[in-house]
């Protein structure tokens, strides 16, 4: 069975510098993995996707992140961030094979401080 | 434009009640998903539908009903066999080629007073 585990519950930030928010995955079968952000009492809204293409994923609002085999890793970063970025993260493991089910960590709140 | 609506947006219900939340979209999207999310839990899949008039059930299905009559609604129903109904619930619809894509309403939250 597949899972994820998000390293930080919480990691704050001043605005304009990095972002780093790190996953790790476990998954039996060659996995996609997603990022999602989740603003207060707002649904979720998909930031990028890994589905086996190339390892450096892009997705909106200047984010990307790297899949790394070797750790098991799908960390996400931005080069610098903006007040509009404190939300919650989540990120998503899914398995390639039948229904795709996904298996959503727990979560990293981002603050970002002026 | 092109979404999801749930509602009601917050809701209140008495032990021993039923309560039903709507979820409707206009995506023409074939697959629904309702999950439950609590604090520091992330997200948890309580039923999914992938085609009208058949639909799955998810990780915590138990307390919960659905139906899929129309393509464009998947409403839930929240029992009182459910024993901790207080959550936020949050609607999903994806392409079936694409589950991992998912377009979300902006949930509903659910308080048992």
């Known amino acids: 069975a597949q899972s994820v585990t998000q390293l930080d519950s919480h990691v704050s930030v001043s605005e304009g510098t990095p972002v780093l928010l790190r996953c790790n995955y476990s998954s039996s079968y060659s996995p996609s993995l997603f990022w999602y952000v989740q603003h207060p009492n707002k649904g979720l809204q998909l930031l990028l996707k890994y589905t086996s293409a190339a390892t450096l994923v892009k997705g909106i609002n200047g984010f990307e992140a790297e899949f790394k085999k070797s750790e098991t890793s799908f960390h996400l970063t931005k080069p610098s961030a903006h007040m509009s970025d404190a939300a919650e993260y989540f990120c998503v493991v899914s398995e390639n094979t039948g229904f795709q089910k996904l298996v959503f960590g727990t979560g990293t709140r981002l603050l970002v401080s002026p | 434009d092109g979404g999801i609506t749930q509602s009601p947006k917050y809701l209140f219900r008495k032990e021993g009640q039923n309560v039903t939340l709507s979820c409707e979209q206009n995506l023409n999207h074939d697959a629904m998903y309702w999950y439950r999310q609590d604090p520091g839990q992330g997200l948890r899949l309580i039923y999914y539908s992938q085609i009208v008039n058949d639909f799955q059930k998810g990780d915590i299905a138990e307390g919960y009903s659905v139906s899929r009559e129309k393509k464009e609604s998947f409403p839930l129903t929240v029992t009182s066999a459910q024993k901790n109904p207080t959550a936020f619930y949050l609607c999903?619809?994806?392409?079936?080629?694409?589950?991992?894509?998912?377009?979300f309403g902006e949930g509903s939250r659910l308080t048992v007073l």
């Open positions: 999903a619809s994806s392409i079936v080629r694409f589950p991992g894509e998912l377009f």
